[in-house]
T-cell receptor
């Protein structure tokens, strides 16, 4: 498919475990965003990449959250020592650089921390 | 202060009728963009419609139109001829272009659950 893909779609982690969430953006999309969506809420911005450069990480809630995009395509969001409050859907979105009127979202990864 | 406010937690509409979902926003930027997304139970965010702050005409996309009232800072979504498949959560979102350096970060509202009755 040509859309944004994310894996895994569902992840259950025990409190204290580390998790890694993957995002494959649309081919050629320079801009990549991660959002966190708590149950019943709107998505909230976490971080932004332009190619491999992380230009904005102001939304990351703590230093347990880390994101990377080493080759400017696939991105990984890592959460260390997961806590129950990390339970949420993590959405990835991508867009062409300068195309500020469109942003394509993936299906999300639903993380449940028990 | 909330940047995006959606005051309707839930809305009901009869199939084939029109429905308006409310959205008000708060920004001091002159340049910004407003989006509406649909999120069905599957979880994916589906782009519906976009309105730029300098666009003079209201945006339309098929059955979707955006009622943009800049002075009131409102960007309501109108869905005409509702279909059963329109039942979903709807989010209003804003992109602010402070100093012309925006890269596209979106701020979302709390969402409105729309239920279409047959």
């Amino acid at each position: 498919g040509a859309g944004v893909s994310q894996s895994p779609r569902y992840k259950v982690a025990k409190r204290g475990q580390d998790v890694a969430l993957r995002c494959d953006p649309i081919s050629g999309h320079v801009s990549l965003f991660w959002y966190q969506q708590a149950l019943g809420q709107g998505p909230e911005f976490l971080t932004y990449f332009q190619n491999e450069a992380q230009l904005d990480k102001s939304g990351l809630p703590s230093d347990r959250f880390f994101a990377e995009r080493p080759e400017g395509s696939v991105s990984t969001l890592k959460i260390q020592r997961t806590q129950q409050e990390d339970s949420a859907v993590y959405l990835c979105a991508s867009s062409l650089q300068g195309r500020l009127y469109e942003q394509y979202f993936g299906p999300g990864t639903r993380l449940t921390v028990t | 202060a909330q940047k995006i406010t959606q005051t309707q937690p839930g809305m009901f509409v009869q199939e084939k009728e029109a429905v308006t979902l409310d959205c008000t926003y708060d920004t001091s930027d002159q340049s910004y963009g407003l989006f509406w997304y649909k999120q069905p139970s599957s979880g994916e965010m589906i782009f519906l419609i976009y309105q730029g702050s300098y666009d003079e005409q209201n945006a339309t996309e098929g059955r979707y139109s955006l009622n943009f009232q800049k002075a009131r800072k409102s960007a309501n979504l109108v869905i005409s001829a509702s279909q059963l498949g329109d039942s979903a959560m709807y989010f209003c979102a804003m992109r602010e272009d402070a100093g012309g350096t925006s890269y596209g970060k979106l701020t979302f509202g709390q969402g409105t659950i729309l239920t279409v009755h047959p």
